[in-house]
């Protein structure tokens, strides 16, 4: 429109709004009153809508703020393993050594329907992957689910590699993988977990049996870390009894062997182990199932004790006070009973003091003191020691021990000296303990506890002077006996020998063996008892067949040699147990 047109516009609304005879038409004052109300209400939204958009980028912009504030697990689409995958406590050892621990890792997942080329994608992954099977993955990308996990716990440099791929439709998802800096050294005490982060054994099954599998259930994780787990164990003494049970059982040829120290006064288990073993970091691959190197055989396994009984026996006959070690037991002649026939082993064929008993392992000495004792009373000894019931313990993997239903005269004779009744070797070692700490039978724990809080549930079940008449035989059967290749000079080893025949075919066979040491230490004031037992082994040298004097024994010395100073025990020498000044 040019300028002119525009002038002649307003005149004509000029002209218009005056109207004829100087009065304004009501039609005019209509029309612009109509106008002034239109551009108030325009105004007014214009207004509204001014505000709606900076409120609306005003809550933006805030959020933004409070984002870039924030901590960056509180903001990521998924966060960090902490708070996506339940946590496990670390476990450690009594001195604070690390024993098993979480480390954040990565899984590879994959979304079907996000996947473009199926074919493609397969070929990529197998590239960084090969041990997965192609098959297998192209049939989970092809899926018609929305979720397939295509591996699980990677490594920091497949995922990079992965990643480098930009595959559509894989991604990863933060997950932990438990690590266990000990290996196969702690393998049937700390036990393992399974690919989703349970227990499957072990400490690890005993922790999620306290909840911490209900609350990981429940999805009841937390940010922060949860409180360590320290156990009874010493890592520096189970890593040398590790060593000596593994070197025994190949020095033997021997099929397993296994060994436990143990603390006589509170209970705690300070060391254990059973071999063959695995590497709980790699469970799935290192566990042997001909050798059966999951099963924990000192606290899973049952097995007939042999002349480690013997001390049983002894301290049973003892304590009922129908036997003293005044008196004697004729063993010329063997026993002939219900159309079985009891000798002994290394026959002296004369009559023998408990003593002799004792140091000459005499099966027939030992059949007569339970005779003396009598059936019932035999029985309920045994059962007062714990060795014919469930041991208590937070361990998952302990077996029951096994009895005759029906006790005989022959029954009671032939358990007397180790046969016909089955125990765990953990089961036997706390049995002694209670013959050395004083008469106090107390549960084992793989948990730390004092002195005290172990009396507060120990139960008298032997007399102080049977204890007393225990550890002069104890130290007897090593000085002069049959274990005497268990004593270390100052330390004043004492023990009883157990040389098991094993049941072959139903028959008890002579050449198959399952052995036995059970000592305790320093003798005369005992803090641990020690106990190696290994199975079916060959005789290692000329001169030395396969009792348990030529291989359990020489096993638990070397353990005593090596872990005594560790354990806070000091050496005595001499016979006031000063040590002795040599000039050179």
């Known amino acids: ?7 002649m516009v307003l005149k004509s609304k000029a002209h218009f709004n005056t109207g004829a005879g100087g009065l304004p038409p009501r039609r005019g004052l209509t029309f612009q ?28 912009g805030g959020r933004l703020v409070q984002y870039g504030l924030s901590r960056p697990e509180t903001v990521a689409s998924i966060g960090r393993a902490a708070n996506q995958v339940a946590s496990r406590p670390d476990i450690l050892d009594r001195n604070g050594e690390l024993l098993a621990t979480d480390v954040r890792t990565v899984s590879l997942f994959a979304e079907p329907h996000k996947i473009v080329d199926p074919d493609e994608a397969v070929e990529l992954i197998t590239s960084v992957l090969p041990d997965l099977d192609s098959k297998t993955i192209y ?7 929305h979720f397939q996990w295509l591996r699980r716990q990677l490594t920091p440099k497949q995922q990079s590699e992965i990643l480098a791929l930009g595959i559509p439709g894989v991604g990863f998802r933060p997950a932990k993988r438990r690590f266990y800096p000990s290996g196969s050294a702690l393998s049937h005490v700390v036990g393992y977990v399974n690919i989703d982060n349970r227990g499957v054994a072990g400490m690890e099954k005993y922790l999620d049996n306290q909840g911490l599998a209900d609350l990981a259930e429940l999805g009841m994780t937390s940010t922060s870390a949860l409180e360590p787990v320290k156990l009874s164990i010493d890592l520096r003494v ?24 143990l603390n006589i006064h509170t209970g705690e288990v300070v060391a254990m182990e059973s071999v063959p073993d695995f590497d709980p970091n790699d469970p799935a691959m290192t566990i042997d199932r001909t050798t059966k190197s999951d099963m924990n055989r000192m606290s899973g396994g049952v097995f007939e004790m042999g002349s480690t009984f013997k001390a049983f026996t002894t301290a049973m006959a003892l304590d009922s006070g129908k036997v003293t070690m005044n008196d004697t037991f004729d063993a010329r002649r063997p026993l002939y009973i219900g159309g079985f026939t009891i000798h002994d082993f290394h026959a002296t064929r004369r009559v023998l003091s408990v003593t002799d008993v004792f140091l000459h392992s005499s099966n027939i000495g ?35 021990p096994s009895q005759p239903k029906v006790w005989k005269k022959i029954t009671s004779m032939t358990v007397a000296f180790g046969h016909g009744v089955s125990t765990t070797p953990l089961q036997t070692a706390v049995a002694a303990a209670a013959l050395m700490n004083g008469g106090k039978l107390i549960n084992p724990t793989f948990l730390p506890r004092s002195v005290e809080q172990a009396d507060e549930s120990a139960v008298m079940v032997v007399n102080p002077d049977t204890v007393t008449n225990m550890k002069t035989l104890f130290r007897a059967n090593v000085a002069d006996g049959s274990g005497r290749r268990a004593g270390v000079p100052g330390f004043d080893v004492g023990g009883k020998t157990g040389t098991a025949e094993k049941v072959v075919h139903g028959r ?20 641990y008892v020690v106990l190696a037992v290994i199975d079916e082994p060959k005789a290692a040298k000329e001169g030395c067949g396969i009792t348990a004097g030529c291989n359990s024994a020489p096993i638990v010395g070397a353990i005593i040699r090596r872990s005594a100073a560790l354990l806070g025990v000091k050496p005595r020498f001499g016979k006031d147990g000063n040590a002795l000044l040599v000039s050179y």
Do not use: W
């Open 1 to 7: 429109m040019s300028f002119l047109s525009r002038i």
């Open 33 to 60: 009153g109509t106008r002034k109300k239109s551009g108030g209400q325009t105004r007014n939204r214009i207004g509204i809508l001014i505000g709606c958009f900076v409120v609306v980028y005003g809550v933006i």
């Open 139 to 145: 049939k989970k990308l092809t899926s018609k689910s």
């Open 238 to 261: 189970q890593n040398i009894l590790h060593e000596e049970i593994v070197y025994g059982m190949k020095q033997y040829n021997a099929i397993a062997a296994g060994a436990v120290v």
């Open 366 to 400: 030992s059949a007569k003191m339970a005779d003396a004792v009598g059936i019932d009373g035999h029985r309920e000894f045994l059962t007062r020691l714990g060795l014919l019931t469930r041991l208590q313990t937070e361990l998952p993997e302990v077996a029951s």
């Open 508 to 527: 008890y066979s002579n050449s198959v063996r399952f052995n036995a040491f059970l000592s305790a230490f320093p003798i005369n004031d005992p803090q």
